[in-house]
């Protein structure tokens, strides 16, 4: 005879307060202002209403905030690894740009900040060395305002110095590994607006 296990299992489910500093894959990092209560399509569920840069505020539901893979931010120490990433010379990416842009969305969704500035470094040795597709620009546009947006808040800092920081980092780095070989479209390269 089996005897039936009548153990609890527990599941833990990350919990976030007001004022925590956290990540929204895709989106970037943002300050919780609240939780409320709301009622959407008949469904009463409780929300974290986040504050992202740019005056934008996303509803995340507080029951799947962990599986859609909000999370704190790093720490100083990790955005000190994350800056020696952009100072590496680029990994490997497919010549395929279908298959390369898909990769590099894989990386922007896992929500994880060596991937994004993995994505953000190699896209812009791209740019100055060949130029980028319409779609490519866009994604690093996307993924250096994400990686800006978490490393303003791990930093402390404001965020037009964090955004000069990641460009000069990657201007150092591109001369470095291919001896400021581009294709004089560099003087193109994406940097941040003021706009």
């Not at 833990?12 to 300050?31: E, I, L, Q, S």
């Amino acid at each position: 005879m089996f005897k039936k296990d009548n153990a609890i299992r527990r599941v833990t489910v990350k919990v976030f307060n007001v004022g925590d500093k956290v990540v929204y894959p895709m989106h970037g990092a943002g300050v919780i202002q609240g939780i409320e209560e709301k009622n959407i399509l008949g469904a009463k569920e409780s929300y974290y209403i986040i504050k992202m840069p740019g005056e934008v505020k996303v509803m995340v539901p507080t029951a799947k905030a962990e599986e859609i893979g909000v999370r704190n931010i790093i720490d100083e120490e990790t955005a000190g690894k994350v800056f020696k990433v952009l100072e590496t010379d680029s990994t490997e990416m497919s010549l395929n740009w279908n298959k390369r842009y898909r990769d590099n969305m894989e990386k922007m969704k896992s929500g994880d900040i060596y991937q994004i500035a993995d994505v953000v470094r190699n896209l812009s040795f791209k740019q100055k060395e060949r130029g980028l597709s319409t779609g490519e620009k866009k994604m690093l546009l996307n993924a250096k305002q994400i990686l800006v947006s978490e490393l303003t808040l791990a930093e402390n800092s404001q965020k037009e110095k964090i955004e000069e920081m990641v460009d000069d980092k990657i201007d150092k780095s591109f001369a470095e590994y291919n001896g400021g070989q581009g294709n004089g479209e560099e003087k193109n390269f994406i940097k941040f607006d003021a706009n």
